[in-house]
Structures are given as C-alpha cells and as structure tokens.
C-alpha cells in the first residue's frame, strides 16, 4: 500500500471540513488555519489526485462528482478511526459518565428500579439517568445510550441482547375461582368476567396457543384499563380473569394472591427482555456493565415470583 504522507492528510482535512461546511471560510475556523492555507492545502490535494474535487465560484463552493465519492469514502474511513479512537480509549478507562436509559413504565418500576443501587455501588463512576415511557423512543435523537424493551422486538438496525425472557399466562383471585368455578378451556372464558388491558397487542382479543394448537378469543371484559398494575390489582382483588405476563403476575403467583388457570395456554410468540443500543460497532463501557448487570441479575430465563 502507498504510504501516505503528511501533506495528503493535511489536504484530507481541509477538504473534508470544506465539502462538510461549504466554504473555505468555515472550514478554516474549524481547522485553525487560515483561509488560504486551507485554499491551498486542498488544492495540492486534487493535484496530487489529478482530479478536481471542488468547483470553486465567487460565490459558493460545490463538489465535483469525483469529489462526492472521494468525500463519502473519507467520511467512511474517518468514522472508523473516531470509532477506534473512542474503543482504545474506552478500554483504558474504568466504565465511567452518565448513562442515559430508557424502560417501560411497568416493568422498569418493577424490575429495573430496584437493581440500580446494587450497580451503582459496584461502578462508583457511574451516573444514571433512568427514563420511564411506554412509547418506542428514538435512542440517538433522544439522546439515550441504551433502551430495554420487553415483547416481540420488531426488526431493527439497532443492536440487541436479550437479557431475560417471559410467557404470558391466565390467572384469577382464588376468591374468585371459588365464587365462578375454573375454567377448563378457552371456549370457557366466555362465561366467565374477565379484566382487559388495552396495552396488549392483540387487544381486544385473546390469541392463545397451546403447542400447536391455536384458539382466539374476545373475552367478555367488566373492566377494562390501559395500565397494567391496574388490571393486576383488580384481577388480585378478585374481579375476574386476567391475561398478564409472568413478570407482572408472577409475585402474586408465588404468594397465593392469583391462581394460574389453562395451564399451558400461552401467548403465540411470548416475549423477552432485551436491551437495545443504537447502530454501531462500539458498545462503550458503561453501556456494556450495564447489559452485563442485567443479564446476570434477570438471567435469560426470567425468575420473575419475587421482586428484586
């Protein structure tokens, strides 16, 4: 390979602060050189290449066509080595700086919340900003080095780890049970009052699989709220039958509070825990402590009968 010699990075600098910013002007504000250095160091550059790489007028500065393609490689190439520089100093440093996160509003005040003091006292350089919101947000607009999401993860550009994983199940309030009956099958729920959360995906129907076997149903709902700790406390205080995934439903479970029903009767698809991080090689080392802390806390399987 040609060795490159100081000249052509000098050129490669001024061009590519003139093509990013449109003029010599900014580009040598940018730089710190004069606009006739700059001037000059790009036009060195095209003769060294043998191609005119900028069209230079009274009043603007537009690429030429080679230039265009010269400019995108070198953006390219400039990534890459910002990337390297970033990864060879991240891996000298303990993981360090505000971490920015996003969590559902359940699941995070349920299970997220609780795990935060233990991590920040194993990363004492560590700060974290835990954001709660139900929508999809856009990481890198929104400024967040890291989202979990719980569910089907829809198909991305993003980078993801699944950290935990979870089923939804049927379940009542012993009272309940004992005042209704059990129901023995799908087609059961029918006769029965049943508690509905709007934030489901199939609302407002139940679609329900138990290994190859599929069975939709539109239950017949008394109550109905888009806040799943609501539809939990209802179906706890015995006001019907609830659809819940086992990391909402599963500390009732384990104290008695709620009764599973059909058993084996799940959710097409289920679900996991995962974490998302934006579009990159580069996954700095707060982030990855974080992920790691997770994985290791909710496991991939998911012990969800107790909170943390």
């Given at each position: 390979m040609q060795e490159l010699a100081r000249a052509d990075f000098d050129g490669i600098e001024a061009f590519v602060a003139v093509a990013e910013l449109g003029g010599f002007a900014a580009a040598a504000k940018k730089i710190e050189r004069d606009a006739s250095v700059v001037s000059r160091r790009v036009s060195q550059?095209?003769?060294r290449l043998g191609v005119r790489l900028l069209v230079r007028t009274t009043r603007r500065v537009a690429l030429t066509e080679a230039g265009e393609a010269y400019l995108k490689r070198l953006q390219a190439v400039l990534e890459e080595l910002s990337a390297a520089n970033l990864e060879v100093r991240d891996m000298a440093a303990a993981p360090q700086g505000l971490l920015r996160v996003s969590a559902p509003s359940t699941f995070g005040r349920l299970w997220?919340?609780?795990l935060i003091a233990g991590f920040l006292e194993q990363h004492a350089l560590i700060r974290?900003?835990?954001r709660f919101s139900d929508r999809m947000v856009d990481l890198l607009a929104e400024g967040f080095d890291l989202a979990v999401r719980v569910g089907v993860l829809p198909s991305s550009s993003l980078q993801s780890r699944k950290i935990g994983g979870h089923r939804m199940l049927l379940a009542?309030?012993?009272a309940y049970l004992k005042r209704r009956g059990t129901p023995k099958t799908p087609d059961d729920l029918a006769h029965h009052d049943c508690i509905g959360f709007t934030?489901?995906?199939?609302w407002p129907d139940w679609r329900l699989q138990f290994g190859a076997r599929r069975k939709t149903v539109r239950p017949p709902c008394r109550y109905v709220t888009d806040n799943s700790e609501a539809a939990l406390a209802a179906g706890i205080g015995g006001a019907g039958v609830i659809l819940a995934p086992d990391w909402l439903a599963g500390p009732a479970l384990h104290d008695g509070s709620l009764r599973e029903i059909l058993r084996g009767w799940t959710v097409k698809g289920d679900g996991g825990i995962y974490t998302v991080l934006p579009t990159g090689r580069l996954i700095?080392?707060?982030s990855r402590a974080f992920i790691d802390y997770l994985a290791a806390k909710l496991k991939v399987t998911g012990d969800w009968k107790r909170t943390p």
């Open positions: 550059l095209e003769a997220l919340a609780p974290v900003d835990l009542a309030a012993p934030g489901n995906a199939s700095p080392k707060k």
